[in-house]
């Protein structure tokens, strides 16, 4: 009778330890992905070749935006949608690019993760063959006249980016990395502060592409 009672309070200690167990993981979990990480899945391929569709990437919500930082982002033009993009301009840099060079304060930066002439892997949307690299000729003086920006920002706010060509404060110039495909800030304008979630700092799957950044 002892052995069953003993049996009885063994399960439900177990039990008990289980339940606690579990709580305290889904707390901490909605906690970290509340306000330390956040975790998305890549869905397209406009950031190949350094990330493929389907992978799944953990972000730092308060980590220093910095140039060439990969960033996950709130998507400004589809309500809970998430981009993955790269930054290329920092608020008030000016951002140019010609020949598929881009230019930040009249310097041109490293390109080297754009691998250039490497064809598509994923051949998904009739993109066979097409070069990353196809980043196209802008200046953000340029965007400021084309019609994508014209229903972002105001009249002044153009006018400033046409005579300064400089990106607008506490904001960021994003691109994919396959400028082909990507739909970045050429055309959804330069992404607020706030509407940046974290960067970039693991790629957990699939595990034979596991990278720490």
């Known amino acids: 009778m002892k052995d069953n009672q003993q049996s009885k309070k063994d399960f439900y200690d177990i039990f008990k330890y289980t339940v606690v167990l579990f709580i305290a993981f889904v707390v901490i979990n909605f906690l970290l992905t509340k306000f330390v990480i956040v975790k998305c899945s890549v869905s397209g391929i406009s950031m190949q070749p350094t990330f493929e569709n389907q ?16 960033i996950i982002l709130k998507a400004p033009d589809e309500p809970k949608a998430f981009y993955i993009k790269r930054i290329i301009g920092l608020p008030g840099d000016t951002v140019t ?3 598929n060079k881009i230019y930040v304060n009249g310097k041109k930066i490293d390109q080297s993760y754009l691998e250039p002439g490497f064809k598509l892997i994923d051949h998904e949307d009739g993109f066979n063959g097409t070069h990353y690299s196809d980043t196209g000729n802008f200046s953000i003086r340029s965007l400021a006249t084309k019609k994508d920006y014209k229903k972002i920002y105001t009249a002044t706010q153009l006018n400033l980016m046409r005579k300064t060509n400089k990106v607008p404060k506490d904001s960021y110039f994003v691109l994919g990395d396959h400028r082909s495909v990507s739909k970045d800030s050429r055309y959804i304008g ?17 595990l034979n592409r596991l990278s720490l950044y």
């Open 55 to 70: 992978e799944r990437v953990i972000a730092y919500r308060h980590s220093e935006l910095k140039r060439n930082e990969v």
């Open 97 to 99: 690019a010609k020949n």
């Open 190 to 206: 330069a992404i607020p502060r706030s509407k940046i979630e974290g960067v970039v700092k693991v790629r957990y799957w699939p």
